[in-house]
């Protein structure tokens, strides 16, 4: 309790102040703790006192006592709260008098009541400022600061040491105070000295103290900093509204507003980046709007229903004039109805994704503590390229696809791009030779002016303006010289084949004389022939250790040795510019990194005794190659035709790999988009239904299926690991879950770089110790190959900020280090292990890389890193990331649906068949891949039902007894849901009607033609062990100027796979004809059953419409008399059946000609 008695000069009224020593009492309208009344003001009629310690005065008295208290004075009790613009007062730590000045208070009350002061000026003192404001406040200084000097004038009141003072004023030319940047106010020694007198009480010190700095609030880290500011020292009148609703102070220090003029003694401070430790995520998921998907899963649930009621009702109202008839139609429907929910059940749950491609680059390649200099953190990614055939895969689409990879925006020491030539061709060998020649012009070129696409035949070939956000003044002068060089490199590229053959000639003809003059030199007979090798020779006189021309022996396709060329070798780690235009550069490269990725050309070794397993075989070669040359911890997979379009591709996919959760994908797979199809798109070739709606849906369970291609891997994924932690699902749809975490830390004295996790689990199952899988029974003998792998499984780690539970980090900037350059022996042992024996005794294509056994060996390799418990993403990225050709013509795309089909046929009669898959692939993940083994047998029903509508017109029955209404609105609302089911999956995949129109056509196409041989390929590979063989499929060169850039579209190759088409739509067709005439010249016509007829009939016609435009050719190449005849032949054939089976009647009615 403090007590305070007024002086002879104020009011008699004596008032006690609540105030409790320390203890603070708090308004209901107060913001901030209040404090209690206390003035040494000579004028104020307070005095305070209290918790032992004396507020001296004017009028107070020097031997430390406390003053009587008039017990005549009325006790009031006063509230004092604080305001924004005020401070509380507390008194000072070390138990001596302090002072604190009051003026402008506002008292209200009354008798016997509570009196609240309403504080206009006041000042505070905490006990933290009153700490620091004893000590120096320049940093770096712990000293006394000085007292009653210069320094106290200051109205910011920055405290500093004499030493400090001098220093600073020196240095500066003029004492001014390095808190606020003013001049000191200098006082009067008569003013210092009564200064001194008054001591703490002084005016001077009733001065706002500074705010103190951020390290001096480290213990304590509740408080509030506010900042403090200059006062007037009077105000008229208390402002309740100002001081309610505005805002005098500041609002403090953050993220949300920052001082201009800095803050407490340290003077200016930048505001930190509050970024830095918010972690952006890289990656986004974007689910369908509920107003699409909703409604999309209730039409699900609806169709479902109506073809179970539908079903039902068919069963049981059987047509017993033809029970044949409506057994085949029931058994269809059934068929029908399960393969619709097999295709419809994985598209519950679609989602779309979006990335952050700046945060990436903030993360990875910005200067840090770790990594000073600002290099690159980034995983490196090795690029597989494969061809096999330089005559169906011509070598400029080839080098055009590897001219986009070496341009691709990526750190150039982070990218390896590998070409796999599995037919160990010389042209393609040399093509590749020119291209790393032309790309020291392509790369800087693109580099310099932001270039897209990054492959030059399509960015010269396109349409539109180029000089479009182009600034720079010599892009067109460069341009122009580029392609005048890459029109030479076609050049040099298309002559290559004549080039060869001349110079082996040449060099065979002088083996032959040297060979004849040899054997006149000996002796030997001159009459038998000379038996001279007809070698390929390269250009620096030596025999090409690959496929020969003549096909010899140790020099055909398939019996050859193994090739590793190095045509680019590793870059520096540090950038190199490039000089000014000259003799030898066309472009001004001055300003432009000119480092080209490194670029290997392999063909591994084949012989004839060994399967080679064609594409499978060639992929699992450059795996190992690459784990010994450069070992990057992502691998990109790419065919010979599909280039990089998009630049950013690469960085797009690392985001997902990167981000958090991201150890646990394996791949991640991006749509294939086609150049060069026909603007109809009449067979589908764009496969828009499969690539943006169902690979979106899958997206949204385990992850899109393995296409192929386009698709970044984790190379420790490829090797058959399982992921740090993955999901069971138990129980009924899989409902019950149970976390598995599959990586835990081994207890070890292993080095910080080395792999040291554990998997848990069995000898017999996926997740067996890391270390005792790298042994020669399951990677090979090459010890290269198996110290490389912890190494990948570490680089391909996240941050250790970034890590979850059960996984391990990597330190940020632990990538950014030089790359060892390559030697004679790392190729030597990469030469080995693509030799054709290395794999025997291991399990390469077993369970480790590219899986064997199937023609489809994407799929199944997929679905392998599935059943471990990956899960895979679909990168769609707004603008495409890779492009293709696809084959227009009717032959090619047949063949190349058969190979689909019939490796699906394979993966149903293995044991990737989903139905033996493991708890940790998802329940609808299953459904989805067991729809993959399963649709290639709905043809067989297929085939039945388009012919169904012929046999009902030729006999005259119908699947039904009659056309009910009943049946009528089952059928009326089955084809209603489908439709709409139809316009809400455009809706959310964004494609097109005409899409989707294009893709049902299609279905039934292929669904007559290729998928009964792949079902019946598939049978005889199983019973029979015959094995199945595919021709490689043939990509279209960029057509010259003169060319029909569609002319493949006309061409008509005949194929067996045509045969049952061509016979459904002469069937269907005939059979309307005679159903016609039947109905016409019959006494009692069926009118029902020839309307349910023909209308099933046109469905199958309106499907096989753009395969019997397809054998038409050209337009305008089909004679008109062709069309004459085939309406003839129709009507013919229509009379004879009319004749040999004529409706019920009289004959002389029958034989009488009578328009109905």
Known sequence: MVKTASSPSSSPVTITVSSGGRRRSMGLTSPVSRASVCTNNPTSPLRASGGGRRLSGAGASKDGGIEEINSECVTYTVHIPPTPDRKPLTTSEDGKGSTSFISGTIFTGGNNSVTRGHVIESSMETEALSKSSSVCGMKGCGEEAMKGRPCSTCECGFKICRGCYLEFGENKGGRKCPGCKEPYKYVSDDEDDGSDEEGEGSEGEDQPLPLPSMAEFKLDKRLSLVKSFKAQNHLPDFDHTRWLFETKGTYGYGNAVWPKDGYGANGFEPPPEFAEKVRRPLTRKVGVSAAILSPYRLLIMLRFAALGLFLTW???????????????????????????????????????????????????????????????????????????????????????????????????????????????????????????????????????????????????????????????????????????????????????????????????????????????????????????????????????????????????????????????????????????????????????????????????????????????????????????????????????????????????????????????????????????????????????????????????????????????????????????????????????????????????????????????????????????????????????????????????????????????????????????????????????????????????????????????????????????????????????????????????????????????????????????????????????????????????????????????????????????????????????????????????????????WRNEQFWLIGGTSAHPAAVLQGLLKVIAGVDISFTLTSKSATPEGGDDEFADLYEVKWSFLMVPPITIMMVNAIAIAVGVARTMYSPFPQWSRLVGGVFFSFWVLCHLYPFAKGLMGRRGKVPTIIYVWSGLLSIIISLLWVYINPPSGRVQDYMNFQFP
């Open 314 to 996: 068919r069963i049981k109202h059987p047509n017993h004039e033809a029970i044949w008839l409506w057994a085949m139609s029931i058994t269809c429907e059934i068929w029908f109805a399960f393969s619709w929910i097999l295709d419809q059940l994985p598209k519950l749950c679609p989602v779309n994704r979006v990335t952050d491609l700046s945060v990436l680059k903030e993360r990875f390649e910005s200067p840090n503590l770790r990594n000073p200099k600002g290099r690159s953190d980034l995983p490196g990614i090795d690029v597989f390229v494969s061809t096999a055939d330089p005559e169906k895969e011509p070598p400029l689409v080839t080098a055009n696809t590897i001219l986009s990879i070496l341009a691709v925006d990526y750190p150039v020491e982070k990218v390896a791009c590998y070409l796999s030539d599995d037919g160990g061709a010389l042209l393609t060998f040399e093509a590749l030779a020119e291209t790393a020649r032309f790309a020291r012009i392509w790369v800087p070129f693109c580099r310099k002016h932001q270039i897209q696409p990054r492959n030059p035949e399509a960015y010269f070939g396109q349409k539109r303006d180029f000089l479009k956000n182009k600034v720079r003044l010599d892009f067109v002068r460069e341009r122009r010289r580029v392609k005048r060089e890459y029109d030479e490199f076609k050049v040099r590229i298309n002559s290559l084949p004549e080039s060869i053959r001349r110079r082996s000639d040449a060099y065979n003809a002088h083996e032959e004389l040297r060979a004849s003059k040899k054997r006149m030199e000996t002796g030997a007979n001159v009459s038998e022939p000379i038996k001279v090798p007809k070698a390929t020779w390269m250009s620096d006189g030596s025999h090409w250790p690959g496929t020969w021309v003549s096909a010899e022996q140790d020099h055909s396709r398939g019996d050859h040795a193994g090739i590793i060329q190095a045509m680019l070798a590793p870059p520096n780690a540090e950038p190199e510019f490039g000089a000014e235009v000259n003799g030898d550069n066309l472009i001004d490269t001055t300003d432009v990194d000119i480092r080209l990725p490194m670029l290997v050309y392999v063909s591994r070794e084949k012989r004839p005794e060994y399967d080679h397993n064609k594409k499978a075989g060639a992929m699992n070669a450059l795996v190992r190659t690459s784990a010994i040359m450069s070992n990057g911890p992502f691998i990109l997979n790419l065919d010979c035709d599909h280039y990089i379009y998009n630049s950013l591709a690469l960085r797009e996919g690392m985001c997902f790999m990167l981000d958090r959760g991201g150890d646990r994908i394996c791949y991640v797979q991006f749509p294939q988009r086609f150049e060069g199809i026909d603007p109809s798109d009449r067979y589908a070739n764009h496969n828009t239904v499969f690539f943006d709606v169902s690979m979106r849906a899958l997206d949204g369970l385990q992850g899109p299926m393995y296409v192929g291609t386009g698709c970044i891997f984790r190379r420790t994924a490829l090797y058959g690991f399982s992921p740090p932690r993955a999901t069971e699902h138990h129980g009924w749809l899989g409902r019950r879950k149970i976390k598995l975490f599959l990586r835990k830390p081994k207890i070890s004295k292993k080095e910080d770089d080395e792999v040291a996790v554990m998997i848990n689990g069995d000898h017999n199952d996926d997740d067996a110790d890391i270390e005792s899988l790298l042994l020669p029974k399951r990677f090979g003998n090459s010890s290269s190959l198996a110290a490389s792998i912890p190494v990948a499984e570490y680089q391909g780690r996240l941050l250790q900020d970034l890590q979850g539970k059960g996984t391990h980090g990597r330190p940020m900037g632990s990538l950014a280090v030089p790359r060892e350059p390559l030697d004679a022996a790392t190729v030597a042992e990469a030469i080995s292990v693509i030799s054709c024996s290395y794999e025997e005794k291991t399990e390469w294509g077993k369970r480790v890389g590219w899986i064997y056994g199937s023609v489809t060996e994407d799929v199944v390799t997929g679905y392998r890193m599935h059943n471990r418990g990956w899960r895979s993403v679909y990168c769609v990225t707004k603008r495409d990331a890779f492009r293709g050709t696809a084959p227009i013509n009717l032959t090619d795309r047949l063949h190349q649906v058969l190979r689909w089909a019939t490796g699906s046929v394979e993966i149903f009669f293995s044991r990737n068949n989903a139905l033996l898959a493991s708890p940790r692939m998802k329940f609808l993940q299953r459904v989805a891949y067991f729809n993959v083994g399963m649709y290639p047998f709905t043809s067989m029903f297929l085939i039945v039902y388009c012919f169904l509508p012929a046999v009902s017109l030729f006999s005259g029955q119908f699947i039904v007894q009659s056309l009910s209404v009943t049946f009528l609105v089952f059928l009326l609302g089955i084809t209603i849901t489908l439709c709409l089911l139809a316009l809400l999956e455009i809706k959310w995949s964004g494609i097109t009607l005409h899409d989707w």
